[in-house]
């Protein structure tokens, strides 16, 4: 009896269900690991990419997602934590930091610009006085 999903691997196989790679293998990926398709195969027409094969993945990407990858012993929550969420005495929170930098106004001109500009204007328009 033929068995399902066997030989899956970083190469093969872009399911987030497979085992990840062994340790030794670069965490960046290599060339080899990308979908392809081989010469001489026709392209599928739509309804054969919009028909659901029996081992198609479904996966609801705002609750289903994996915290702990298969082979793992221990996963990441990606849930926010309300302790971290709290501010501590001595630290600042960013978001307050930078919602000053809204309101935040350089100023008028220099006292060197208006006396510059007063110049100018006695000038007149052909630049003589």
């Known amino acids: ?15 987030f269900q497979r085992a990840p790679g062994p340790p030794a293998q670069a965490l960046r ?3 080899t690991n990308y979908p392809f398709w081989p010469g001489g195969m026709d392209e599928p027409s739509m309804e054969q990419i919009s028909a659901k094969g029996h081992l198609e993945e479904d996966i609801d990407f705002e609750r289903d997602l994996l915290t702990v990858p ?4 221990k996963g990441v929550e990606f849930k926010p934590q309300a302790a971290a969420l709290q501010a501590s005495p ?5 978001s307050g930091l930078l919602g000053a930098l809204d309101s935040f106004e350089l100023g008028g001109s220099s006292d060197e610009e ?3 500009k007063r110049k100018t204007k006695a000038k007149g ?4 006085e």
């Open 1 to 15: 009896a033929p068995l399902d999903n066997m030989g899956l691997s970083a190469k093969n196989s872009l399911s």
């Open 29 to 31: 990926g290599s060339s």
């Open 70 to 73: 298969p082979g793992w012993k």
């Open 90 to 94: 001595g630290l600042l929170p960013l």
């Open 114 to 116: 208006e006396e510059e």
């Open 125 to 128: 328009p052909g630049g003589k």
